[in-house]
């Protein structure tokens, strides 16, 4: 009875050594399992910095832009510099930016390449004027003859025409839709950007000058040309006289980063921004 007491606990205790080393083999092969499964990918991007150059109605998109895509894109840097939209395009073409935004197209050299150009805005070209000034609207015949210098007074008061530099985008687009090939005179006032042709006409009672619907503010106000206000609505569905494309532009079909970044700009994230 003893020896048969022994050898049931001999072989519990054989099952219970047995159990014991099945479940640290099992563990062990479940840790292996689980050390050799596939993890997730974690991807390191190498640095980046995107080289833009901005036309001067441009800049402040360009900023907005930068930092939407510099946010959504942490690995890329964006630098930006800004000139009127001849300045800009020849640094373009001197590899000086990858990308450029211009608001003009200039007019390609005999021996240069055409540039890859997309539009990816519309902007209005804003007539203002000081605030005192009694002129409320305006229309394309109307301007011409001020700019021309043969509408010198209005309501009394003496008229100041301010314009653009040469090479400013916003002059070449506002020349072409009011000056009919006409120069403007040669009292006019010129201003090196947009923000210094706001400062002056808002300064200067009488003055009246034109900038970019983006760089508009309420120091000076905006009139109403052929009975239309410019605003993102007219501008749009074109019934604003004074509208314009801004473009996208590279030497060459852009690729790598820039081709990203443009692609981006004209995609959801970067319209609901040029949008605003």
Known sequence: MIARTRLVSE??????????????LASCLLLLLVACSPQPLTITREPVTLRLVAADSCGSLAEELAAAYEEAHPWVTVRIETWNSALAEQT??????????????GETADDEEPLWSYPFARDGVAVIVHPVTPLTETGLAQLREIFRGRVQEWG???LTVVSREEGSGTRAAFESAV?????????????PS??????????????????SMLQLDNRVR???VEGVLPSPATVT??????????????TAEPTGEAREFAQWVLG??????VER
């Open 222 to 224: 905006a009139l109403s």
């Open 156 to 158: 009394g008061m003496v």
């Open 237 to 250: 569905d074109g019934s604003y006289p004074l509208s314009r494309p801004l473009y996208l532009a590279a």
């Open 194 to 211: 947009g923000e210094a042709v706001i400062e002056y006409v808002a300064r200067t009672p009488g003055a009246i000058g034109y900038v």
């Open 179 to 191: 000056l009919n090939g006409y120069d403007v005179t040669p009292t006019a006032v010129v201003m």
């Open 92 to 105: 373009l073409r001197a590899g000086g930016a990858d990308l450029a935004l211009l608001s003009w197209p």
């Open 11 to 24: 072989v519990l205790t054989l099952l219970a050594v047995c159990s014991f080393r099945l479940l640290l």
């Open 268 to 273: 959801p994230e970067g319209q609901a921004i």
